[in-house]
C-alpha cells in the first residue's frame, strides 16, 4: 500500500477466532499496519465517523476496511451502503470478507460499492492461506487519500 505505515486497517468481524486468524496471517504476509477490530456494524460506523468511543480518534490516517456481512447490530450490506453513500467515506476502500458465496449477494455487494469481495474458505488450511494472500495483495496495493 501507498504508505503502508499510514494505512489503519479496521476489520469488522463478530467471530473473535476468525479476527484473530486474519491479524495472524496478515501479519504472515508482513503486514504490520495497525489493525483495528470492530465486532459489529454499528462499532464500525463509530470507528469511520469517530463517534462514540471513538470520537477522540485521530483522522489523519487513510484506512482500508475488511467487512464480513454478517453482523450483529447493523450487518455489513448496511455499513457498506453508509460509507459509499457518504461523500466523505466513499473512496475508503472495502474488501468484503465472508463465507458467503451466493452470486446474488456477490452481485449486491459489487452494487453497493465494495471494491474487492473475497470468501472466507470453510477449512482452517485454506482460510489461513487465502488471508496470507489477501495480506500479500494488500502489501501492494495503492489507496486513495481520504
Given at each position: 500500500?501507498?504508505?503502508?505505515?499510514?494505512?489503519?486497517?479496521?476489520?469488522?468481524?463478530?467471530?473473535?477466532?476468525?479476527?484473530?486468524?486474519?491479524?495472524?496471517?496478515?501479519?504472515?504476509?508482513?503486514?504490520?499496519?495497525?489493525?483495528?477490530?470492530?465486532?459489529?456494524?454499528?462499532?464500525?460506523?463509530?470507528?469511520?465517523?469517530?463517534?462514540?468511543?471513538?470520537?477522540?480518534?485521530?483522522?489523519?490516517?487513510?484506512?482500508?476496511?475488511?467487512?464480513?456481512?454478517?453482523?450483529?447490530?447493523l450487518d455489513g450490506y448496511q455499513v457498506l451502503e453508509r460509507l459509499k453513500s457518504d461523500d466523505t467515506t466513499k473512496?475508503?476502500?472495502?474488501?468484503?470478507?465472508?463465507?458467503?458465496?451466493?452470486?446474488?449477494?456477490?452481485?449486491?455487494?459489487?452494487?453497493?460499492?465494495?471494491?474487492?469481495?473475497?470468501?472466507?474458505?470453510?477449512?482452517?488450511?485454506?482460510?489461513?492461506?487465502?488471508?496470507?494472500?489477501?495480506?500479500?495483495?494488500?502489501?501492494?496495493?495503492?489507496?486513495?487519500?481520504?
Open positions: 500500500m501507498a504508505n503502508l505505515q499510514l494505512v489503519t486497517i479496521l476489520l469488522v468481524e463478530d467471530d473473535s477466532g476468525h479476527a484473530r486468524l486474519i491479524e495472524k496471517n496478515l501479519r504472515r504476509a508482513n503486514l504490520s499496519n495497525d489493525l483495528i477490530v470492530a465486532s459489529d456494524g454499528a462499532l464500525a460506523l463509530d470507528f469511520v465517523f469517530r463517534q462514540g468511543v471513538y470520537a477522540d480518534r485521530d483522522r489523519t490516517e487513510a484506512l482500508l476496511i475488511l467487512l464480513d456481512l454478517n453482523l450483529p447490530v473512496k475508503i476502500p472495502i474488501v468484503i470478507l465472508t463465507t458467503t458465496d451466493d452470486p446474488r449477494e456477490v452481485a449486491r455487494c459489487y452494487e453497493l460499492g465494495c471494491n474487492v469481495y473475497v470468501t472466507k474458505p470453510v477449512e482452517y488450511t485454506e482460510f489461513s492461506e487465502a488471508i496470507r494472500q489477501l495480506g500479500l495483495f494488500l502489501a501492494v496495493a495503492t489507496i486513495p487519500e481520504t
